[in-house]
């Protein structure tokens, strides 16, 4: 079994040691963390420059004596199939981290292999070999639909069948507004971005609700979301772990960093613990 090589360009995240960790801890200010045992969480997936931080943060709140941390991201339709990085191990530029092989076969049967390019996994990949240099991961891509919300408490039974201490990361973006993104439902104005904010505000809210299936609905409806599907697996690990609700942690936009004008990325991080 090979190694996947890391794929995404420089400008998504620094590709050396040491710009990797000087940006990282340059974010070690913030933890989102209330003290509580954390069982799971969902973080964007933009360019470190963009989103980095947001990401950190819940990465940052994985309990330090995990076993395994399950990476779902998406960017897949509500009728796609399942897919798995199917890898012995994956780069980052602080090294590789190890695929749960053993963990991979019992929950990824039937699961498409996937060779994509695509950064809602590979972004967070360093950010985990940082913190948690000897853990071991399952990277899968999920579809917006609620056969993620039952993967996702699948794993949790299955991880704990086996002992094994793990922590889900659902990766996903919020609402991609503009011209370039092809929805300009509210026009070009500033009303359209607090129309759009508030929608991503209602979309956040149910999955610290909890309201797994209705937020995939909501988001497939109202365009809150590129990945609903790996949030939906993050949200169904957590009700399978018995918590009752999550918490929303941090909500902005691109312009917020960098104001390209009328289009516009959503980020939101929620955290279950």
């Known amino acids: 079994m090979d190694q ?24 070690e200010s913030k933890n989102f963390s209330n003290g ?63 695929v749960d092989r053993e963990i991979l076969q019992l929950l990824c049967s039937g699961f498409i292999p996937d060779r994509d390019m695509d950064n809602t996994v590979e972004i967070m990949l360093p950010m985990i070999k940082n913190i948690l240099p000897q853990i071991t991961v399952l990277p899968v891509r999920m579809p ?28 996903t973006d919020l609402s991609h507004y503009g011209a370039r993104f092809g929805y300009m439902d509210y026009g070009l104005s500033d009303q359209a ?33 590129c990945s609903s599907g790996a949030a939906a697996a993050a949200a169904g690990f957590a009700l399978e772990a018995g918590i009752l609700e999550g918490r929303i942690c941090e909500h902005k936009y691109s312009y917020d960093v960098y104001d390209s004008g009328s289009d516009f990325v959503g980020y939101g991080s929620v955290l279950y613990q």
Not at 202 to 218: D, F, M, P, Q, T
């Open 4 to 27: 996947r090589k890391m794929m995404l360009p420089e400008g998504w995240y620094p590709h050396s040691i040491g710009s990797a960790e000087m940006q990282l801890k340059s974010w």
């Open 36 to 98: 509580g045992e954390t069982a799971a969480g969902i973080a964007p997936h933009a360019g470190w420059d963009f989103s980095g931080s947001m990401a950190w943060q819940i990465i940052n709140s994985i309990p330090r004596d995990c076993d395994l941390v399950i990476i779902a991201g998406g960017h897949l339709s509500s009728s796609a199939e399942c897919r798995v990085l199917d890898y012995s191990s994956l780069a980052t530029p602080f090294g590789e981290l190890n």
């Open 193 to 225: 971005r607090a129309v759009v904010r508030e929608k991503d505000s209602r979309y956040l809210e149910l999955l610290a609700a909890l309201k797994v299936e209705e937020s995939i609905s909501y988001a497939l409806t109202e365009n809150t979301a």
């Open 144 to 171: 917006a639909s609620v056969q993620s919300v039952d993967w996702g408490r699948r794993a949790r039974q299955i991880c704990s069948d086996k002992g094994k201490k793990t922590f889900l990361l659902g990766s």
